[in-house]
């Protein structure tokens, strides 16, 4: 039979108050919510506009409304994944820190298995549509080195993962908190080219590339998106139109600079960091209405799914309607059309296997 605890005595019961009143409630960033759930939508946007860059055989000649609707909207939707490394930076350095080592590893978890689930889909997935470059095997082995992506978007996760890691490492240190087995997998993860390349030497074996690895744009989006969205409202004025007017310049360059100099455009370039940042500051500490915050939250949870699966049905849908023979008007609709399909079945499809116990599978 249970029994009862005993009552904490008026001292602790002051002391447990005061520390509760003293530790400042963790404010809902709504702003944040809604600029990953538009950086979902920009990355669906820009690899549909690629689709359509690939129909037309990647020049105006081979089908110019094609060609440029798709090169619009590949580069309208460039600010997406530079934005998510600066959430990135700002959830792990401000919003919500790891407190130590295991809480690491449980978010690690979150976003390994979902991965190599992921890795072996769009392994199938390849295998049945007859596009791997070898035998599944293979493939899954050069996957755990990260030396072949099954889908060209998963490049992301094999940089996201050891840079989350290294970026913890500054407030649980902070913290005095000591965490030795990070630092031992990130030293593995520094040294592993060079020994992979060192083994491959020695014994003539075939060593995979070892691609777990991020660069150094990466880090300043991070910790750059960690100062800008930590900066209190009105910091950088009450007006947005500058930022929006920045965010459309910088769009005509990554436009022009994909077009005239190189496709595709670089993450690591001035255009896409000036499109990046005229993004985050046209939304930044902008008000949510009460009424749209619910299903923000519920769909903004459902943001890192649709990221993993939206290549699945972009490959179904663009292969089904993408056609470079078609006009103007033709065209824009069926880019909205194409990425609408995609966005929908994504996200119907991240938020139904979350509703039924499958998130920390799928993702």
Known sequence: MPTTPPAPAPAQTTAQTS???????????????LIRLLCSVGVIVSHAG???????????????????IGLTADSLGSFAVPTFFAIAGWAVLVGAPPKDAARLWQRMVRLLVPLAVWTAV???????????????????????????RPAYHLWYLYAYIPLIMVLALIPMVRAGKRPWGVGAVLLVIAAAPTLAGDVARVTDWDVPRFGWSFAAYQVIYAVLGALLLAVPAGAFGRRRLPWLLLFAASLVVVIVYQHKIHYVIPNASLGIALLTGGFVLSLHRVRLPDRFRP?????????????VVHVLFEDVVADRLVRADVG???????LLAVSAAITVLSFASALLWRRIGLARLLG
Do not use: C, Q
């Not at 392994?123 to 050069?142: E, K, S």
């Open 295 to 307: 299903v923000v939250t519920r769909l903004v949870d459902a943001t890192f799914g649709v990221y």
């Open 122 to 148: 769009y392994l199938l997935w390849g295998r049945w549509r007859g596009t791997n470059d070898g035998p599944v095997g293979d493939l899954a082995l050069d996957s755990l080195f990260a030396s072949v």
């Open 50 to 68: 690629a689709t359509f860059m690939d129909a037309a055989g990647r020049k105006p000649s081979g089908g110019a409304p094609a060609y440029w």
């Open 328 to 334: 103007w008007p033709a065209a824009v609709a069926l």
């Open 19 to 33: 520390a509760e009143t003293a530790r400042p409630a963790r404010e809902h960033r709504y702003d944040i919510d």
